[in-house]
């Protein structure tokens, strides 16, 4: 079996050796042992593209550990140094280093062979994991074909930052804390003892005498200024400044009031409780210039274009192969407790 091909059953069937299976998949570059065998492989990859870590076709070809009928060669090694992040990849300066990766190479080889020879190979999980290897490394080779987010035409990313400028707009947001109480009384002597002293501490003292909610934020240790935080909101037209802990009540008041630190003046009733209001923080509304926005189009561009191509690349190999579901045996699986999965109305594929 050529070296390449093999490398894909060897991943599936060193699911019997998860350690040993990262440790290959997690390789580095262009390193070469100085030590090794001097027989060469014949076989050449197919569809490999040029050699790893900058080696010749002859150099990557060369056998450095045989196990079994298996070999390892240079280009395997040096493969399995490029899929290491940089850092690790240092690691393997020395001799001492580079033999120690190649005896975990040998150890997964050795591992494999004997799950092979035992079948494991052949269970579904193995199978699944061969399929799913083969699928990424099919998508890889498609993703090879699009360009750096860097090399999107400019223009195209400006034409998206002028199609999308409502969504590059950020409209105004205030950040509410509030005193939460069930009596009227005790809620408009917390909103008059904080007016006597609009200051951050005295707005935690006022909040930890009379909140509801003041126990829970001394477990927390909250700071004296942090008190009561329910956090940010969009004005009420703003359909995306909701926030599900900040009920709209107290979303109109915080919108109110002027300056922050201060409070709404006057008691919000909502959901059977009483609030004092006050508005914690704000950040004005602002719009993103293209500059600011660049490197995030740019990415959304990209992740358009891999969402297109693999679209495009199911249409074809759908084509190409003939598929053909059968609903009525997919409808007698069951999953333990879940209930039974009403009738699907159309049999597409």
């Not at 001799?95 to 990766?101: D, G, Q, V």
């Not at 699009?146 to 400019?154: A, R, W």
């Not at 004296?224 to 969009?234: H, I, K, N, S």
Request: overall charge neutral; proline content about 7%.
């Amino acid at each position: 079996m050529p070296t390449r091909a093999r490398s894909w059953v060897t991943g599936a069937l060193a699911l019997a050796a998860p350690r040993f299976f990262a440790l290959a998949l997690v390789a580095m570059p262009w390193v070469a042992l100085s030590a090794g065998c001097g027989d060469s492989s014949k076989n050449p990859a197919p569809d490999a593209g040029a050699p790893p870590g900058g080696l010749t076709e002859e150099q990557a070809a060369r056998v450095v550990a045989r196990v079994g009928d298996e070999t390892i060669t240079l280009g395997d090694y040096a493969a399995a140094l490029d899929r290491m992040i940089p850092f690790d990849r240092l690691r393997y300066q020395t001799i001492e280093k580079r033999r120690e990766l190649l005896k975990e190479m040998v150890d997964l080889e050795l591992l494999a062979i004997e799950a092979k020879r035992r079948g494991l190979d052949k269970r579904p999980e193995a199978q699944m994991a061969i399929r799913q290897i083969l699928r990424d490394a099919l998508l890889d080779q498609a993703h090879n074909k699009l360009p750096t987010p860097t090399e999107i035409p400019v223009g195209e990313v400006k034409a998206y930052y002028e199609a999308h400028l409502p969504e590059y707009r950020e409209p105004e947001r205030r950040r509410v804390s509030a005193i939460v109480t069930t009596d009227e009384a005790k809620a408009k002597e917390a909103l008059e003892a904080f007016q006597a002293d609009p200051t951050p501490n005295n707005w935690g003292k006022v909040f930890f005498q009379h909140s509801l909610t003041a126990e829970a934020e001394k477990k927390n240790r909250v700071p004296l200024d942090l008190a009561g935080e329910l956090g940010m909101v969009g004005a009420p037209s703003d359909a995306k400044g909701a926030n599900p802990k900040v009920p709209e009540a107290l979303r109109a008041a915080a919108f109110k009031i002027e300056k922050v630190g201060t409070v709404h003046s006057e008691i919000v009733f909502d959901g059977g409780k009483f609030y004092v209001v006050r508005l914690a923080g704000r950040v004005e509304a602002h719009e993103r210039t293209f500059a600011e926005a660049e490197a995030q189009i740019r990415t959304v561009l990209l992740k358009e274009r891999i969402r297109q191509l693999e679209a495009d690349l199911d249409v074809e190999l759908r084509k190409k192969y003939k598929v053909e579901i059968d609903e009525a045996a997919l409808a007698e699986v069951k999953v333990s407790g879940a209930p039974d999965p009403a009738p699907s109305p159309s049999s597409q594929p």
